[in-house]
């Protein structure tokens, strides 16, 4: 239908200040007689992110027609630079329970899929009912919604487009779309009852605000919240979707109430939160310096018990047990502050809020996009493909945090014993402050001020925890203080400083 040669019947005003524009076109039959008439609508209301749209067909010919009315579109975003921008297909459902739930596709699948059940959007539950389908990016959704009397017709499906019309892959300015399709129908005779159809939509074009979605109704039963997707990475949706809404809201009260810059919010919640994780922080370390020092007598446990591992593990167990330490120890904070971290940072990434916020005047000026300190034409780095279009001093001070933090990081109790681990804690430890600022280079400059924050407030926490181990083990080692007339002539052991004076 876009090869029709469409006539604008006019554009009226209504009295709530909504405005309704109009197009009529005509499909011929292969006698190049008038066989059907369509008539497109679309109606905007003054300060809303939703229209509607309406879709007419009418048969001018004396016989029936059969008819499958097929949309195409939204077909995506302008591309903001070098930023990525996430962009999927979304479609929402409706299971028998009442609950909304979404299936999406995003370019990387699109891009592999070569069959139409590949790019279909199903839900979960086969009994589900259609709800609306949409193409997103990082902010932005703009939601297709069917006219709630036959949504069960309708079957969704994605679509990758090169608007330049490359079709060769990573070019730069790919984009999604999507397709929905109604149930087949059939239109009688010109004049008679059934010879017209209508259909009705109604598009949301506007950004992705969970705040917005909430305080709409109509927003909040159709879930348009589904269209925010955050990057939980290896913990389940489950657990981070929830933290990093509630990350957002404490953000967004912080600006709000002071100091109304998200940059400083940033930098303020990332030393709130290491705060409340010190404890836990803490004791991994300390599990990880005693491994550490165990490490000598583990490897002879190890060597004297190799060929028996269940008494080699039970000598193990046993040597932590009398001292006190114990590998999962080690770990295990690491694993309860991990979804706070990739909550936090998923928040940052995705949010809408940061989107042209400024955090200083000539530096820093939008939160969502690279710090560019300096910029210039963008070109591609030979064999990886990245494109830089300026210079980024935020992945470079993170490189830097990065380094410091490996120098005060505890030695793994294999590394101090095995000269192989050793070797490749070596590696790791120049490996990590080159990798990380290269892979986040064209990152947002807000999750890379939160990743400097958060690895500079590490280095001095690490600093302190190390100072309090090592002032504990000296108090330790010098045993007991000596016998003066303030002790009663009495021996008494020396007690370390409290950690909040160390």
């Known amino acids: 239908m876009d090869q029709l040669d469409w006539e604008l019947l006019g554009v009226r005003r209504h009295e709530d200040g909504a405005q309704e524009v109009s197009f009529e076109a005509t499909i011929v039959d292969p006698r190049d007689q008038p066989a059907l008439k369509l008539v497109k609508t679309y109606r905007v209301r003054p300060g809303d992110y939703m229209l509607d749209m309406t879709f007419h067909i009418e048969n001018l010919g004396q016989q029936g027609q059969k008819l499958q009315y097929v949309l195409t579109g939204p077909v995506g975003l302008e591309r903001e630079g070098l930023r990525n921008e996430m962009r999927k297909v979304v479609a929402a459902f409706r299971d028998p329970?009442?609950?909304?739930?979404?299936?999406?596709?995003d370019m990387r699948k699109l891009a592999k899929a070569t069959t139409l059940q590949q790019r279909t959007l199903l839900p979960r539950n086969p009994q589900a009912t259609f709800l609306w389908a949409a193409a997103v990016n990082k902010y932005f959704a703009a939601i297709v919604v069917p006219e709630p009397n036959e949504p069960q017709g309708y079957v969704s499906w994605g679509m990758q487009y090169n608007p330049d019309g490359d079709r060769r892959s990573n070019t730069g300015d790919e984009t999604v779309g999507l397709a929905l399709s109604s149930l087949a129908t059939e239109l009688g005779p010109a004049g008679q009852p059934d010879s017209t159809r209508t259909y009705s939509f109604q598009v949301y074009l506007g950004p992705k605000d969970k705040s917005r979605f909430d305080r709409n109704p109509l927003y909040k039963q159709l879930g348009f919240v589904q269209t925010i997707d955050f990057m939980a990475c290896c913990c389940p949706s489950s657990i981070i979707n929830p933290l990093a809404f509630g990350i957002l809201g404490i953000m967004n009260w912080m600006h709000g109430f002071w100091p109304h810059n998200y940059g400083i919010?940033?930098?303020?919640?990332?030393?709130?939160?290491?705060?409340?994780l010190h404890p836990v922080t803490k004791k991994s370390q300390i599990a990880m310096h005693k491994m550490s020092k165990l490490g000598p007598r583990a490897e002879e446990i190890k060597k004297k018990?190799?060929?028996?591992k269940a008494e080699m593990n039970k000598r193990l167990m046993e040597l932590y047990r009398e001292q006190g330490a114990s590998p999962i120890m080690g770990m295990l904070p690491m694993f309860v502050q991990m979804p706070v971290w990739i909550a936090l940072w998923?928040?940052?990434?995705?949010?809408?809020d940061l989107r042209g916020a400024p955090f200083l005047p000539v530096w820093i000026t939008d939160l969502s996009a690279p710090d560019a300190l300096l910029s210039w034409t963008p070109f591609a780095i030979p064999l990886l493909g990245w494109h830089v279009g300026a210079l980024n001093l935020l992945p470079i001070l993170m490189g830097v945090a990065f380094y410091?933090?490996?120098?005060?990081?505890?030695t793994q109790a294999s590394a101090a014993t095995n000269p192989q681990m050793a070797q490749q804690q070596k590696m790791m430890n120049i490996?990590?402050?080159?990798?990380?600022?290269?892979?986040?280079?064209?990152?947002?400059?807000g999750v890379n001020l939160y990743i400097m924050s958060s690895t500079f407030a590490g280095v001095i926490e690490q600093y302190v925890i190390k100072k309090h181990i090592r002032e504990k083990e000296e108090a330790g080692a010098t045993g007991m203080v000596a016998a003066t007339s303030k002790?009663?002539?009495?021996?008494?052991k020396k007690r370390p400083k409290p950690f909040f004076r160390s």
């Open 487 to 492: 002790t009663g002539g009495k021996v008494k």
């Open 404 to 410: 410091l933090q490996q120098k005060l990081m505890p």
């Open 346 to 352: 998923s928040a940052i990434y995705t949010s809408i």
């Open 265 to 276: 919010v940033i930098i303020i919640l990332v030393f709130v939160m290491r705060l409340l």
């Open 431 to 445: 490996m990590m402050p080159l990798l990380f600022p290269l892979m986040l280079y064209n990152a947002p400059s």
């Open 97 to 105: 329970d009442g609950q909304v739930i979404s299936s999406r596709l």
């Open 305 to 308: 018990y190799g060929d028996n």
